[in-house]
């Protein structure tokens, strides 16, 4: 090995760690949003606080639990602050890319390219490749949008999976055979695409070292046999997971077959912003295709590139006519198939609600960047230009920067929802969701009368969406106007008559209007579509004690605290029913249950120091009282005696 070659190898890794802390630092910036919101705010897994069984059942309840063990781990380190999530993400992200480098190089070096060619070549176009998939605009979604953990952290133990199969066909198979197959059970545990690991690590080795399937299932029965093993991990989680409509071959709005075929514009759109990474956005709301003869350019080109791939792949390797005549055909060949292959769960055979989302190519991407370096690299050799390495070199340094600059911008886009769902809009102006969620962000920031224009503008895009009601309907009962309220609930739910929300907020509605038995019927058909629906059980519990059930409404509270055990509210209702049955002690150990869950709430700080007061207890009513006005509680609003 040359020094200049030696010098590479052991830079890279630094240079990889460097690059990405560099373009994904503000990454840090970026704030919860979209579905962050069901997967960490509203996720009861990650408080860890029911019974054991219960948790475990959380982690497998969308059959990805490693990803959901992350996150608990990120909720213990830091709650609801971003930082350490945005770490974790930042650490797999750059991670998989040096597992990337250590794929391209090993396979490299197994085919003997340097005789080709030279070492500082090989490590060049190794290290380009890895530096231009990690830092590819393309993969911000998959960073700096956190729950996306999932496919970074299934790319991860993919590439993983590879390197470990490959060490092993090297030699010590002890060691990297059975590393190979945890790394791909690690998998199965993260995301449902790792399904397709175990082929691609056969066709990997029948391209660049068995040769033909054949002989690479023959000389290595224990690797593949332990590979194929992983499918019965993912099965079992499989088996314990609840997928709801937004995934699987009963979603309304289109069959199987339509899914299918809108995939071959998807493909065609994902391969343009792969060269061309400008027009990026969160949500694509990209159309179904409903019949060929719209799309039939995009099957024509997907279509000629995907048998393209299988000519080369499946070819006989051509005989090298001179040291310099590497042949790139097979292996081409296989960077074809790696990126169909694995975007094929989720862009061909399984429908998902979202047609497009950028994080898809997470994986797949490593098959454009290893192509690009390597079509440069053959473009510069034969232009016949001296210091070819010198000139490779310097050209995927110039396109790594631009592509770490993109990506850096990119990651501004997420520091607000404001910022993120506008972005949506001006380059899909008429998203549904996109109009909705700015709509909520704007509301959030108190704007009240451009939110409800957005919500209306939503409902004509799509009058068939319940969600814009309700966020119409909150808005008018939070202003006083019961009745406009109430009449965009009932639209939700003529919408969709088991919306379990709509009922809850009818529900509220009627209990601030001061009618508990109506409020008490909506709350019980919530209950009743949503056995597990924590807040109805709240609601429920209200109602009652408003009507002075208190027994029963006793039991809504306990049923709430038993679904959600992390929520103060049902702790801080029973403390204020045991108080109005003049039970104090009672009251007392129920109010201080709720402080310890949110002990930044102003009202529960301030029934405790009530009840204090009541008690005798005035210094400690007084420290409550005090804590209550630095939360926001006027001094009025106390009731000292």
Known sequence: MSRSSLAIKRIAPFIIIALGVLFYSNSFDGVLIMDDQVHIVDNPTLRWQGEPGQNLRGLLRLGRPLVDATLVMNYSISGLEVWSYHALNLIIHILAALTLYGIIRRTLTHIRFEKAHSRTTLEILAQGAALLWMLHPLHTQAVTYIIQRAESLMGLFYFLTLYCAIRGLEGHRKFWYPACVAACALGMASKPVMITAPLMVLLHDRCFFAGTIKSALRSSKGLYAGLAATWGVFALISSQATFDETSGFGIPSFTAWEYFLSQFGVILHYLR??????????????????????????????????????????????????????????????????????????????????????????????????????????????????????????????????????????????????????????????????????????????????????????????????????????????????????????????????????????????????????????????????????????????????????????????????????????????????????????????????????????????????LLMKLGRKEEALVHFNRASELGVKASERTVE
Do not use: C
């Open 273 to 610: 912003l792969t060269l061309w990474p400008d027009a990026l956005s969160l949500d694509y709301n990209w159309p179904v295709a409903r019949g060929i003869s719209r799309i039939l350019p995009s099957i024509i080109i997907v279509g000629a590139l995907l048998i393209a791939s299988v000519w080369a792949f499946a070819a006989r390797q051509p005989q090298a006519k001179s040291k310099q005549a590497f042949s790139m055909r097979r292996p081409a060949g296989f960077l074809g198939l790696w990126f169909f292959v694995i975007l094929a769960p989720s862009s061909s055979v399984f429908p998902i609600k979202d047609l497009a989302f950028e994080h898809r190519m997470y994986v797949p991407l490593a098959a454009a960047a290893v192509l690009f370096v390597f079509i440069l690299f053959r473009i510069i050799r034969l232009l016949n230009l001296r210091r070819t390495q010198v000139f490779t070199g310097v050209i995927v340094a110039v396109f790594v920067l631009a592509l770490g600059v993109r990506t850096y911008s990119r990651n501004r886009d997420y520091k607000s929802p404001v910022v993120m769902w506008s972005d949506v809009l001006e380059k899909r102006p008429n998203n549904p969701r996109a109009l909705n969620e700015l709509g909520n962000a704007i509301r959030d920031l108190g704007n009240v009368q451009e939110a409800l224009e957005l919500y209306e503008k939503a409902l004509k895009v799509e009058p068939t969406n319940p969600g814009p009601h309700m966020n119409v309907g909150n808005i008018y009962s939070n202003m006083g106007n019961y009745e406009k309220a109430i009449w965009h609930f009932n639209e939700a739910l003529r919408i969709d008559p088991e919306y379990a929300d709509a009922h809850l907020n009818i529900g509220q509605t009627y209990l601030s209007l001061g009618d508990p038995e109506k409020a008490l019927g909506h709350y019980q058909k919530a209950v009743n579509l949503l056995p597990g629906y924590a807040e109805a059980y709240i609601g429920l519990g209200n109602a009652l004690g408003t009507l002075n059930r208190f027994d029963e409404s006793m039991a809504a509270f306990q049923k709430a605290s038993s679904l959600k055990p992390y929520l103060a509210e049902p702790y801080n209702n029973m403390g204020t029913l045991f108080y109005r049955m003049e039970r104090y002690q009672e009251a007392l150990f129920y109010y201080e249950e709720a402080i310890k869950r949110d002990p930044h709430s102003a009202p529960i700080h301030t029934n405790l120091g009530n």
